[in-house]
């Protein structure tokens, strides 16, 4: 909220999902044109993913995979291309036509979904056998509890939540394990859980958490 003299009171903030929304319908269109998304580059088959990510995520040949914050699609449209039934998510209606129009161009077959994730159970109706999400997620989210609450709604049994993400919550971890190296910031990490093992029917392991060298 501006005061009178026209700064922000961050105090006074609270959260506005039509203003999120707005926004990422406006970048949608910038990173659709931009060298970093590089939508030729997905056009000439490169895979966008991560290569530590398609190992930890493993073998997605005949799996459903559930992509929150999907975007434009192009890490969706990459595991569709490994073998994975897609089904991408974001709540950006431009996000989710480019995504579409550009599945549709590339005869990849994958399905996009407009709808905000907190409510996603209230239009999708199914189980995955992996529900990913990566790199710029969960700080645009207002309520964690209820998000990993959607997440194990989707889950099928025995099926992988697989979540990596950057800034700003990778910073949530600098020093953690490295109080020796006081400068150096984590710029990645990594999560990934299997519905239906471990002590509580989970279980988790932070399976990467990367730091410049
Ligand atoms: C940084 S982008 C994700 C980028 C993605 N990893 C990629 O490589 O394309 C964050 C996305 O989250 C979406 N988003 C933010 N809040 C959301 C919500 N509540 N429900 C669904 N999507 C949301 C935005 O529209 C945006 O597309």
Redesign the pocket.
């Known amino acids: 909220m501006a005061s009178p003299r026209g700064w922000v009171c961050w105090h006074d903030w609270s959260f506005r999902?039509d203003t999120?929304?707005a926004l990422?319908d406006e970048?949608?269109e910038i990173?659709a044109r931009s060298d970093w998304?590089n939508l030729d580059a997905v056009r000439r088959g490169e895979c966008?993913l991560r290569p530590y990510e398609i190992d930890e995520v493993g073998d997605v040949g005949g799996k459903t995979l559930l992509h929150?914050?999907?975007?434009?699609g192009?890490?969706t449209i990459c595991w569709a291309r490994r073998g994975a039934d897609v089904t991408g998510?974001?709540?950006?209606a431009r996000?989710v036509a480019i995504a579409t129009d550009l599945a549709r161009e590339l005869a990849v077959d994958a399905r996009f979904v407009c709808?905000?994730?907190?409510r996603l159970p209230d239009v999708l109706e199914a189980e995955f056998d992996v529900v990913y999400t990566?790199?710029?997620?969960l700080g645009?989210?207002p309520d964690l509890d209820r998000w990993a609450t959607v997440v194990a709604h989707f889950l099928a049994p025995g099926g992988v939540f697989y979540l990596t993400d950057v800034h700003p919550v990778a910073k949530v971890f600098v020093n953690q394990d490295r109080p020796d190296r006081p400068r150096r910031a984590v710029t990645q990490v990594s999560v990934a859980a299997q519905h239906g093992r471990g002590r509580d029917g989970h279980c988790c392991r932070r399976s990467a958490d990367r730091v410049p060298s």
């Open positions: 999902p999120n929304r990422w970048w949608a990173h998304y966008k929150l914050q999907c975007q434009i192009t890490d998510v974001d709540f950006s996000a709808a905000d994730v907190l990566s790199r710029g997620v645009w989210l």
